[in-house]
Each structure stands twice: as structure tokens, then as C-alpha cells.
């Protein structure tokens, strides 16, 4: 089974702001943030031709009286969430294949119904209980319950079968199946592939000839015979914890790379801590004002997960390896290499002073962790760090009570 939440986040937007319903509504980067695309709409939107990722000059020219939403993605992550909840009622085996989207594996839970039995009973609950949509797939492989669930929206269960899926998957373009982006199918096209059945069709060994491995692959999910499993994931197995921010106006102040790198660093302390987890290696990326980017990694020791330590290792490779005077449009702050807390040992030092060092990571950690019961209890805005409130930054904006 493949579940889709649709136009997830402008349906987010609506539960949170029911006057959406009834306007065309979409979901847009900030243009004074150099975000100025639309990151979804809603139905009504869609009926002026609004696609995702045009410019939002483009979508007023079509639609004029156009609502323009602001993104909330902690509440999207919330929303996602929530959603993966009521899929856990069913199977334990849950792949998320990003934020809206999820692939389940219901084989150990046929006593409980059929596909579409559950299908149906998913769908209703996400409905009923969220206030969103959600379109499924249901199928005997992976590839074709993802065409399934792109197959009818909104609000919509579509079933592939050994038995119909030639009449439901061939007839489709090739751009449909799952990994074949644009520059694919123009490769295709030039071997007259159109339609998943051309692909189908076509020899296996032309399409590793012109495609080299991807050919073979694509030749095999067109055919239906993909049996890759539903990889169950846990929060805890992620490799890395990144956040990145994309400043209104280029900044050269050290000051205020030291403010941002600080923000940065308490969204992915909150996260480690809620995963259990510490980072052994920190990584920043610095993108200038030509969108040239470099990556560099420190070693964390010990392994941290404490906002203030990641931040001061952060800052350590912006002093080292960046030109002072210029200017920086995005940073990255990257946690890498993550270990169980519960399974970090430190090495002794016999000439520094271990127990002051420990009492000051205590009192660290423990003043994180009250940050983190404050958040939870009244909001992610209940406490902002003072130096990413206005300026020049675009982090919070204090007349418009605006957090990015």
C-alpha cells in the first residue's frame, strides 16, 4: 500500500485556517525571502492551471485574487506524524517516503481485512480524525502501489492487481513511474518509449545499453516484477540531522553567523534529545551570493547533544575556512555520525579538570532540556533566542509575531 496525504500542505493550512476552504489558496516560499515559489495549492487553485514550484508572479497572473499562505513546517512535521500514527494501528512495517507520503507492507495484517478493507478504514480515519485527505494505493509491489496512489486523487483508493495491471499501468506515460524524471524520459522518447507498456516492451538490454543499471531496473518495474521490501524505519535510524536557512539579505556580520548557526543548532538539539541520539561529527555548508557552496566537518568530542556545543563547533569551521568580508546567503548545520547517548564513553583526561567540565555540560544539558518542556508545553514560539528576533536575518519577525 503506497498513502499520499493530498495537497499536504495546503490541507495542513486549512485545518489550521478553515476560511481557506473556500478560496484559492496556495502555500508559498516568501518572495522577500528569495522563496517566492509555491510550495502546494488547493483544489481551487488548481483550477486556474497553479502548478507547484512556479513563481508566485506567475500563479497571481493567473489567478489574481489568489490567497498566498505562509508554511508552517513544524506543523507539518506534526501533521506527518500524526498520520504515520494511524498507519501503526495496522502494521507496524511503515516506510516514509517523505514528509506526506508512506509506503505500508500489510502482509501480517490480512486477518484483520483485505487491502482495500484497510485502505478504506485508513482513509476514513486520517479524515475523520485530522481533517485531511489521504489517496492509496494498493498493490501486489512497490512501484505500482505509488502509480496507484497518483492514479485518482483526491481522496481515493485505486487497486493494481496481478490481473488488471496491464489495462491501468500500461496506457500511462513513461514520466509517471517512479524514478523516471524528466531528462529519462526524453532519453526514452528518443527510443519512441512513451507509455509504461513501450517500456514494458522494450528490450532489457537496449535499456542497459542506453541507461546503463537504471535501465534494467526501469525495465523491471515497468514489468511489474519490483520486489524490493517496505524498509521499516525508526526515528532513531536517521544518519545525520541537518537545518539550513536562506537569510533575507546576504550577511557578512560574524555576529549575526553566530546568531544564525545558534538557531540553527537548538532545532537539531531538540531533535537529537528527542531521538536519544548524540553527534560524534559536525558539518556546516556555506552557500555565497553566486550559489557557490563549500561543505566542511569537525569531530565532536565528545559526541554532544547540546545545542551550545554543536553551535561552538560550527562556528569554529565558519571562523577557519570562511572569508570574513564575504557575503553568505544560506548555512547548513549538519549532525553526523549519531550514537545512542546511552552508549557514548568518554576517554579520561588526568590533566584537565573532569568534574567542573562535567557540571558545566550538566547545567547545559539540563537547561536545554527545560527549553525543550517550555516548547512543548506553549509552542515553539514560547521562547526565541534574542538575536534572531528582526534584523537582518528573517528568522522572527516581531511585528508579524513570524517565525521561519
Given at each position: 500500500m503506497h498513502c499520499d496525504c493530498n495537497s499536504f500542505f495546503a490541507s495542513v493550512e486549512?485545518?489550521?485556517?478553515?476560511?481557506?476552504?473556500?478560496?484559492?489558496?496556495?502555500?508559498?516560499?516568501?518572495?522577500?525571502?528569495?522563496?517566492?515559489?509555491v510550495l502546494a495549492k488547493n483544489d481551487l487553485a488548481k483550477g486556474y492551471g497553479i502548478v507547484t514550484a512556479e513563481t508566485v508572479f506567475s500563479a497571481k497572473k493567473k489567478c489574481p485574487g489568489l490567497v498566498i499562505a505562509s508554511p508552517h513546517h513544524e506543523k507539518y512535521q506534526e501533521y506527518s506524524e500524526k498520520v504515520n500514527a494511524i498507519y501503526a494501528r495496522y502494521t507496524d512495517m511503515i516506510e516514509p517516503f517523505g514528509i506526506d507520503e508512506s509506503w505500508l507492507d500489510l502482509t501480517a495484517s490480512s486477518l484483520i481485512g483485505s487491502g482495500v478493507e484497510i485502505a478504506e478504514r485508513i482513509r476514513e480515519d486520517v479524515k475523520r480524525e485530522l481533517g485531511i485527505t489521504v489517496s492509496i494505493g494498493v498493490s501486489f509491489?512497490?512501484?505500482?502501489?505509488?502509480?496507484?496512489?497518483?492514479?485518482?486523487?483526491?481522496?481515493?483508493?485505486?487497486?493494481?492487481?496481478?490481473?488488471?495491471?496491464?489495462?491501468?499501468?500500461?496506457?500511462?506515460?513513461?514520466?509517471?513511474?517512479?524514478?523516471?524524471?524528466?531528462?529519462?524520459?526524453?532519453?526514452?522518447?528518443?527510443?519512441?518509449?512513451?507509455?509504461?507498456?513501450?517500456?514494458?516492451?522494450?528490450?532489457?538490454?537496449?535499456?542497459?545499453?542506453?541507461?546503463?543499471?537504471?535501465?534494467?531496473?526501469?525495465?523491471?518495474?515497468?514489468?511489474?516484477?519490483?520486489n524490493d521490501p517496505v524498509e521499516a524505519s525508526s526515528k532513531n535510524d536517521a544518519k545525520s540531522i541537518g537545518n539550513g536557512y536562506t537569510f533575507r539579505h546576504d550577511i557578512v556580520s560574524r555576529e549575526e553567523c553566530r546568531a544564525a548557526i545558534a538557531h540553527l543548532s537548538e532545532i537539531i538539539g531538540t531533535k537529537l534529545r528527542d531521538?536519544?541520539?548524540?553527534?560524534?561529527?559536525?558539518?556546516?555548508?556555506?552557500?555565497?551570493?553566486?550559489?557557490?557552496?563549500?561543505?566542511?566537518?569537525?569531530?565532536?568530542?565528545?559526541?554532544?547533544?547540546?545545542?551550545?556545543?554543536?553551535?561552538?563547533?560550527?562556528?569554529?569551521?565558519?571562523?577557519?575556512?570562511?572569508?570574513?568580508?564575504?557575503?553568505?546567503?544560506?548555512?547548513?548545520?549538519?549532525?553526523?555520525?549519531?550514537?545512542?547517548?546511552?552508549?557514548?564513553?568518554?576517554?579520561?583526561?588526568?590533566?584537565?579538570?573532569?568534574?567542573?567540565?562535567?557540571?558545566?555540560?550538566?547545567?547545559?544539558?539540563?537547561?536545554?532540556?527545560a527549553v525543550d518542556e517550555i516548547r512543548k508545553k506553549f509552542g515553539s514560539d514560547a521562547i526565541i533566542r534574542a538575536s534572531v528576533i528582526d534584523g537582518n536575518l528573517g528568522i522572527y519577525d516581531s511585528k508579524n509575531d513570524k517565525k521561519h
Open positions: 486549512t485545518v489550521l485556517n478553515p476560511e481557506y476552504k473556500n478560496v484559492p489558496m496556495a502555500v508559498c516560499g516568501s518572495v522577500e525571502d528569495r522563496h517566492g515559489i509491489n512497490k512501484v505500482f502501489a505509488k502509480l496507484g496512489s497518483d492514479y485518482k486523487k483526491p481522496d481515493a483508493i485505486t487497486v493494481i492487481s496481478k490481473d488488471n495491471y496491464k489495462k491501468i499501468v500500461y496506457p500511462l506515460p513513461v514520466s509517471s513511474l517512479l524514478f523516471v524524471g524528466r531528462k529519462t524520459a526524453e532519453q526514452l522518447r528518443m527510443l519512441a518509449i512513451n507509455t509504461i507498456g513501450d517500456l514494458a516492451a522494450a528490450s532489457p538490454e537496449l535499456l542497459t545499453l542506453k541507461l546503463g543499471r537504471a535501465g534494467r531496473m526501469l525495465s523491471m518495474y515497468a514489468r511489474g516484477e519490483d531521538r536519544g541520539l548524540c553527534c560524534a561529527t559536525v558539518q556546516l555548508s556555506i552557500k555565497d551570493e553566486y550559489l557557490r557552496t563549500i561543505q566542511r566537518n569537525a569531530p565532536q568530542v565528545p559526541p554532544t547533544d547540546i545545542a551550545e556545543e554543536i553551535a561552538s563547533t560550527a562556528y569554529s569551521i565558519l571562523c577557519r575556512e570562511w572569508n570574513r568580508d564575504k557575503p553568505i546567503r544560506m548555512i547548513t548545520v549538519t549532525a553526523a555520525n549519531l550514537v545512542k547517548n546511552d552508549t557514548i564513553t568518554e576517554q579520561i583526561d588526568f590533566f584537565g579538570d573532569r568534574d567542573q567540565l562535567d557540571e558545566k555540560r550538566k547545567r547545559r544539558g539540563k537547561r536545554e532540556l
